[in-house]
C-alpha cells in the first residue's frame, strides 16, 4: 500500500504482566513497559511518542494522554500523539507509526498502549465498554460488554449447528497457551467442560468465554531500517486497516465480519503465515475471524480448534500463543500492542511461551466491537 | 444508558414510535435513522414507518448488565428481523425459558435506563412476544 522503500523494524519490546494493579496508575504502568522497550532497543533517543489507549479517557480521565506519559518518561520535547480507534487501538498506533517512518517525518518511535479497567467497580466499567458499540443505535440499550458477542454466537451455534461444548474448545486452547506466557492475567488451565458449566454472563456467553477485566501496558521501539540503532527483533512488512457497518443487524449476514474481509482484499492476499495472534474477546470472534481469513470453512473453524489444528502441535498455523485476549487479558488499548510483543519475540527467537521455534511470517488482526473497523499486521523474521 | 439529556432527546420519535429510514438512491431500510444511508452513503433518506412485528433472530440474556440498571438483571437482548430490517433491542414482557429463536414479537414503548446521577430516564422501542397471536388481536396496523 506504500511505495516507500524505507523498512521499519521493531528494535526493542516491554510488557507489564496484565493483573488488577491497584497501586500503579496509567503513567506508571505505561512508564514500565516504555523503559523495557527503551532499554532493549539500546537507546533513549526517540523523536515521537505514540500512545494507545481507549479508557483512559474515561477511567482516569485524562486527555492528551501522550504528552503526560512522553514526561512522565522523562522524553521532555518529544513529538507526541495519542491513537483512539476502541479495541483496535493498537494496530491503529502501529499504522500512524509506520507511515510517519514511511514518509520519513520519524526515524525511530515508542509506541505505548496501555489502559486500565479496574479504575472502577466492573458496573461503571461496563457502560465504559458499552460504548465501543454503537451508542446510537445497539449500545442505546443495555446491552453490555457482551450481548452483541452473545447474539452471534446462538446465530452461528443454530446456523451451522455447532453445540455449546464444540465451541468451549476455544477458551481452554486459550487457557493453556497462557499458562507459559509471563505476561498473561489468568495462566492456567481450564477443561472446555468448566467453560460450558460456569457463571453465565450473556447466554449462551459464560464467565470463561470472556475476556477478564485487567490493567496493563505494553510498548515496542520502531526504527526506519537505514538508520539502525537497535538490533532488529522482527520487520513490519505491512499494517492495514477498513471500516465496516456500525453494527451487525446492518450486514446481509450478522456472522460477516465484513471489515476484516475488506482489511483482508486490501492486503492482495496471503502468503504462509506461520503465526497469528487473533481478536479473540469472545470465542466467537476469533472462530468468525478464522474463517474470514480463509483459515477454516464457514461453520468448521470450532470443529478444527477442538481437534487442535492451531495449537503448537497442529497442521495449521499456530494461534494465539499467547492465550489471547481471553487468557492473556485484554486492557483494550493496550491488547494489540502486547501481540506485536509477543510476535516479535517468537519471530527473534526470544520468547519463553509456547511456539514451535521455526515460525518467519507472523499475522496480528484486530477489531473493534463486532467489527466497527478491523486491522491487519503482517511480521517477518529478520534474517541473519 | 446516558448522561446527556440532549444525545437522548434529539432521537427520542424514532425510539418511540419505531420509525426507520428509506433511502431515496438504494431502497434501503435501516433502523433507527441515519445521517446517511450506511449502504450507500446518500444522505437522501426519507422516514418510513417500521411494521410493529417481527420475527426473534437470536436472543442473550444478559447478566452483566452495566451501571445502575444492575438491579434489573437480568436484561434480554434480541436480534429482530423486520420484514428484512434487523433491529438490536430489548425484550420485554417474557422469562428467559419462554424465549426461542423464530418468535414472533412485536413492539411495545418501555423504560430502558434510569442513571441514578443525572437523574436522566430514557425510553424506547422494545420487543414482546406477540399477544393473542392467530386470534387478530394486536394486527399491525403501520400505527406508532
Redesign the interface.
Known sequence: MNDSMVKVYITGTGAVKIARHYPLGVRDLAFQAGKQALAESGSDNVDFVIVASSLSYLQAPQLDLASYIASSLGLHGVRALSVEAGESSGLAALETAVSLIKSQEASRVLLIGVDKMTEHPSGPTYVMLQALYDTESDAYYNIGHAGIAALLMRLYMEKYEVDRLTLAYWPAMMHMHAKNNPHAMLPFAVAPEKVMTAMPIAEPITLLDAYPLGDGAAAIVLENGDELEGRPLAEIESVISATGMPSPALREDPLDLESLRTALGRLGGLEKIDVIELHDSFSIYGLLELETLGLAEKGESAKLVAEGYFSAEGEGPLVNPSGGLKARGHPIGATDVYKLVEVSRILAGTWQGVKRGDEETGMIVSINAAGSSSRIALLRKVKG | ??RSLPVWWR?RIP?YRLIGARCKECGKI?Y?P?TSC??CGSNSLEEVQLPRRGIL??????????????L?AP?I???VNINGV?????LTDVL?GELS?GLEVEAVVRK??ETSDTGII?Y?VKFRPVLGAGSGAGQDTGEA
Open positions: 444508558m446516558t432521537r425510539r435501516h433507527p441515519r450506511p449502504y433472530e437470536s436472543y442473550s440474556v444478559i447478566y452483566s448488565v452495566p451501571g445502575d440498571n444492575r434489573n436484561i437482548v434480541g436480534l434487523r433491529i438490536v433491542a430489548e428467559p429463536t430502558i435506563s430514557t424506547g
